[in-house]
C-alpha cells in the first residue's frame, strides 16, 4: 500500500481503549483544540519538534544543539536559564532533524513518523501474544484518526486482513463517509461526545458539535450490531453541571444500541505542553471524584427515564 500515515506514537499494553489488552497507533492531527486534551502533541497535523529540559545538559556543559540547527532556531534562553529555547518561526523541519541528531542526551524529539501500513502493522503484532490471552488488539487513535483518512482506512484494512481485531477512537468529527468506511471493518468503536450544548462545545474545544453528535446518529442507525462506547471526559467547570449529564442522558435514550462511560479529568499530560513551548489552559484544576459518580448517576438515570 503506497499511503503513508503522521504516526506520533504506538504504544503497548494499554487496557483503556477497547476490550483486552490493545496496542494503541496514536495518528498526529486533530481539527479540535480540546482544553483539557492530554496529548498536545497530537493537535498539530504537521512533525514538530518538542525539548524536555529534564534531559538537557545544560548549556554550560552542552551546546551541541545550537551548533547543529541550520536555521538558528536553537538559541540561548533569553532568561538566563542553562538550557536552550526553540524560537518555533525559524524552525523549518528540515528532513533530518539535525537537532535532535545533534543532541547527546535526547533532550530534542520529534512528534511524528510517517509510516507505512504494513511498517505499523508489524510493529502491532509483535504484541499477538497479549492479544490471544484477552482479546485484544489493535486501537486507532489520534488526534483524530478521521483527519488521515486514506491512511487510516488503509491500515484498519491491512489489520482486518491479518485477522488482527481492531477499534476505533474517534471525536466523530470528519467525513461519514470515512467513519462508515472504517465501521465497516472494526470490532469496537470509542465514540468521544463532550458535551450536548453546541457553545459549551465550541468554547471548550474550538468546534461546533453538531457534525459530531449527527455522524453518531448515522452510525448507530447504520450499523445497529456494532459495539459503541461513547466516552464523556468530565471535566470541571465545563460538563460537570447536573444540566450537562441530564442532557447528554436524554440524548443517548434515542440510542439504544450504544454504551457509556463517563471519564475522570486528568492532567497526566501538562508536561507535555511546556515540551511544545506552550501553557496548560487548565493548569491548577482538579475533578471531585464525587463529581464523577454524580456526572455517571445522572446521565444514566436520565437516559433510562
Given at each position: 500500500m503506497g499511503t503513508k500515515g503522521l504516526v506520533f506514537n504506538v504504544q503497548g499494553y494499554s487496557v483503556h481503549d477497547g476490550p483486552g489488552i490493545r496496542t494503541i497507533v496514536f495518528l498526529k492531527?486533530?481539527?479540535?483544540?480540546?482544553?483539557?486534551?492530554?496529548?498536545p502533541e497530537s493537535?498539530?497535523?504537521?512533525?514538530?519538534?518538542?525539548?524536555?529540559?529534564?534531559r538537557c545538559l545544560g548549556l554550560a556543559k552542552c551546546q551541541m544543539c545550537l551548533k547543529g540547527c541550520p536555521y538558528g532556531a536553537i538559541v540561548a534562553d533569553d532568561k538566563g536559564a542553562d538550557y536552550p529555547t526553540i524560537k518555533r518561526s525559524l524552525c523549518q523541519k528540515c528532513p533530518d532533524y539535525a537537532c535532535r541528531k545533534a543532541c547527546p542526551a535526547g533532550a530534542l524529539?520529534?512528534?511524528g513518523d510517517f509510516l507505512e501500513p504494513l511498517e505499523v502493522i508489524k510493529r502491532v503484532e509483535k504484541d499477538e501474544v497479549f492479544f490471544q490471552r484477552g482479546g485484544g488488539g489493535l486501537t486507532v487513535s489520534g488526534g483524530e484518526p478521521l483527519n488521515q483518512p486514506d491512511f487510516l482506512l488503509d491500515l484498519l484494512s491491512l489489520a482486518h486482513k491479518r485477522r488482527l481485531k481492531t477499534a476505533l477512537e474517534t471525536s466523530g468529527f470528519g467525513s461519514y463517509e470515512v467513519l462508515k468506511a472504517a465501521a465497516r471493518v472494526v470490532e469496537n468503536i470509542l465514540y468521544d461526545v463532550k458535551v450536548i450544548s453546541r457553545a459549551k462545545h465550541l468554547a471548550g474545544t474550538g468546534q461546533d458539535n453538531e457534525?459530531?453528535?449527527d455522524n453518531l446518529k448515522r452510525l448507530t442507525a447504520d450499523f445497529p450490531k456494532l459495539s459503541i462506547l461513547v466516552?464523556?471526559?468530565?471535566?470541571?467547570?465545563?460538563?460537570?453541571?447536573?444540566?450537562?449529564?441530564?442532557?447528554?442522558g436524554q440524548f443517548l435514550r434515542a440510542l439504544p444500541n450504544v454504551t457509556f462511560e463517563a471519564l475522570p479529568y486528568h492532567r497526566f499530560g501538562e508536561g507535555k505542553y511546556g515540551f511544545l513551548g506552550r501553557t496548560y489552559p487548565l493548569a491548577g484544576?482538579?475533578?471531585?471524584?464525587?463529581?464523577?459518580?454524580?456526572f455517571?448517576?445522572?446521565t444514566l438515570a436520565a437516559r433510562n427515564l
Open positions: 492531527g486533530c481539527p479540535l483544540g480540546c482544553q483539557w486534551c492530554s496529548n493537535q498539530n497535523p504537521n512533525e514538530e519538534v518538542g525539548f524536555n529540559p529534564a524529539v520529534v512528534y457534525l459530531i453528535l466516552r464523556t471526559p468530565v471535566v470541571p467547570g465545563f460538563n460537570d453541571t447536573s444540566k450537562d449529564a441530564q442532557e447528554l484544576l482538579t475533578l471531585d471524584p464525587k463529581a464523577l459518580e454524580d455517571n448517576r445522572l
